[in-house]
């Protein structure tokens, strides 16, 4: 079992940056993957930006704006959001996955609130 613990939303205003960390209660080199998902109200928890397979993938409307890093020694990944924009409002949440036995587990962590103002 994989445990995740996001911290580091809030309200802030656009323009604004923020620095979401996620910390996992196992050794970030077991999981297949790990990253940063979303979910604005009324609509479908999207991708924003993970490590896949050696590679790091961003969804389109975030690139240039958000970085994401890894810490191996602390077990954490980071998501560093800046130029905000009010359709970034939504709730944060950190994904990761491993694979045991040819089989994928996902796990999710409770998620953060992240609120721009206009």
């Known amino acids: 079992q994989v445990q995740l613990v996001e911290s580091g939303g809030g309200l802030v205003q656009a323009g604004g940056s923020l620095r979401l960390s996620c910390a996992a209660s196992?050794?970030?080199?077991?999981?297949?993957?790990m990253g940063w998902y979303r979910q604005a109200p009324g609509k479908q928890r999207e991708l924003v930006a993970r490590?896949?397979?050696?590679?790091?993938d961003y969804a389109d409307p975030v690139k240039g704006r958000f970085t994401i890093s890894r810490d191996n020694a602390k077990n954490t990944v980071t998501l560093q959001i800046s130029s905000l924009k009010p359709e970034d409002t939504a709730v944060y949440y950190c994904?990761?996955?491993?694979?045991?036995?040819?089989?994928?587990?996902?796990?999710w962590g409770q998620g953060t609130q992240v609120t721009v103002s206009s």
């Open positions: 994904e990761a996955e491993s694979v045991r036995y040819g089989s994928t587990q996902e796990y």
């Open positions: 490590f896949v397979g050696g590679r790091t």
């Open positions: 196992v050794s970030i080199f077991t999981l297949s993957a």
